[in-house]
Every structure is written in structure tokens, then in C-alpha cells.
T-cell receptor, first 112, second 111 residues
Framework: DTEVTQTPKHLVMGMTNKKSLKCEQHMGHRAMYWYKQKAKKPPELMFVYSYEKLSINESVPSRFSPECPNSSLLNLHLHALQPEDSALYLC???????????FGPGTRLLVL | KNEVEQSPQNLTAQEGEFITINCSYSVGISALHWLQQHPGGGIVSLFMLSSGKKKHGRLIATINIQEKHSSLHITASHPRDSAVYICAVRVRGGSNYKLTFGKGTLLTVNP
């Protein structure tokens, strides 16, 4: 199984809503990543978890709150988002930090 | 100036043509990745290189560390190869987790 899954595929939310994005992998990878990608731009790293501990936070606003409940699962909790947060949110995982990252299909988020 | 530059930005080819996409970088790296992203889709890792050449099916990736340059070649191109191809590097001495991305090359292969 070389797959990273993400749910939901699409999400529309208002600025006062609270929602969560979910990412799962069963490859035994110990590093997991959240990226944000705007249209026609490369991905931007948001967070990295290593062995279920937050390793990197790229100065992401607190309205984005990551969580790694176990080694297979990564969540991104969203609260009080702004329209400019609309983007494709990609999850990735790697066996260890310097190895190939496997990406999920992404969640396309629209904030109204 | 971006640390990772790709050329061309856009490329249109006829089915069957040989394709080359280039990536130049200005920093010392420990690895270089080639990624593929179909429109509206997720990203697929094609290759990770630190030296030499790798081949997978119709795709070939090469890297010249001294010249700080990598190329991605597609032989016998097919419309399903139409996608954005992204070069990304892991900067030596930087975080081992972080990739620095190029802006991507949009490839369109017409039947």
C-alpha cells in the first residue's frame, strides 16, 4: 500500500465555521506534512510532524491547527478562516525526513 | 532570483515527440526531486536524485551536480503525460524535511 488518502476531496466553509481535514497513510512512514497550494503556484510547506511530534511550523496562522493522533493519521483543524485561505491542501508522508515524499490527492477548500 | 529555476514555463508537443524539461538551482543540495501534478490533482513523486541518472518507463531524469542542473526527459510522449512537472530540491545544510520548489513546467501533449 503506497497510498496517502485525504478526506474530504472538496470542502466549502464559511468564515465562522470549524472543520477538519484528514490524512491517512499505512506505509509506516514517520514523517507527515501539510502543504498549501494556490492555483498555478508550487506547494508551500505548512507543518511537519516527525514521530507524531510537531517538528516544523512555517509561521502558519493559528486559525490552522495540526494534530497527529497516531503514526498513521494527520489532521488539520480549521477555524475562522479567511477567503484567502482557499486553496488545495496537500498531505504528504515519507519514511524518514530525507526520503521521497508521497503526496495525497489533496482537499480543495473554498472559504466563503 | 529563485533558488530553483525551471525552463520552459510552458511546453506544447505532438504525441510521440521527445520532451526535455530543465531545472537549474543556485544552492548546494543533498537531493533533487521531480514531481508530476495533473490539473486539479495531487502530486506524484517521479524521481529522487542525488547523482547520475534514473529511468522509469518512458521517463529519464539526469543530474549534473557540478553544473547545478537536472533534466527530465520523456520519450514517445503521450497526451496522458500532459501535466505540470515540478523540480524541487533539498538544500544542503537546511532542514532535511523542507523542499524548495521550482515554479513548474506546464506540458501539453496533443494527439
Amino acid at each position: 500500500d503506497t497510498e496517502v488518502t485525504q478526506t474530504p476531496k472538496h470542502l466549502v466553509m464559511g468564515m465562522t465555521n470549524k472543520k477538519s481535514l484528514k490524512c491517512e497513510q499505512h506505509m509506516g512512514h514517520r514523517a507527515m506534512y501539510w502543504y498549501k497550494q494556490k492555483a498555478k503556484k508550487p506547494p508551500e510547506l505548512m507543518f511537519v510532524y516527525s514521530y507524531e511530534k510537531l517538528s516544523i511550523n512555517e509561521s502558519v496562522p493559528s486559525r490552522f491547527s495540526p494534530e497527529c493522533p497516531n503514526s498513521s493519521l494527520l489532521n488539520l483543524h480549521l477555524h475562522a478562516l479567511q477567503p484567502e485561505d482557499s486553496a488545495l491542501y496537500l498531505c504528504a508522508s515519507s519514511h524518514w525526513k530525507w526520503e521521497t515524499q508521497y503526496f495525497g490527492p489533496g482537499t480543495r477548500l473554498l472559504v466563503l | 532570483k529563485n533558488e530553483v529555476e525551471q525552463s520552459p514555463q510552458n511546453l506544447t508537443a505532438q504525441e510521440g515527440e521527445f520532451i526535455t524539461i530543465n531545472c537549474s538551482y543556485s544552492v548546494g543540495i543533498s537531493a533533487l526531486h521531480w514531481l508530476q501534478q495533473h490539473p486539479g490533482g495531487g502530486i506524484v513523486s517521479l524521481f529522487m536524485l542525488s547523482s547520475g541518472k534514473k529511468k522509469h518507463g518512458r521517463l529519464i531524469a539526469t543530474i549534473n551536480i557540478q553544473e547545478k542542473h537536472s533534466s527530465l526527459h520523456i520519450t514517445a510522449s503521450h497526451p496522458r503525460d500532459s501535466a505540470v512537472y515540478i523540480c524541487a530540491v533539498r538544500v544542503r545544510g537546511g532542514s532535511n524535511y523542507k523542499l524548495t520548489f521550482g515554479k513548474g513546467t506546464l506540458l501539453t501533449v496533443n494527439p
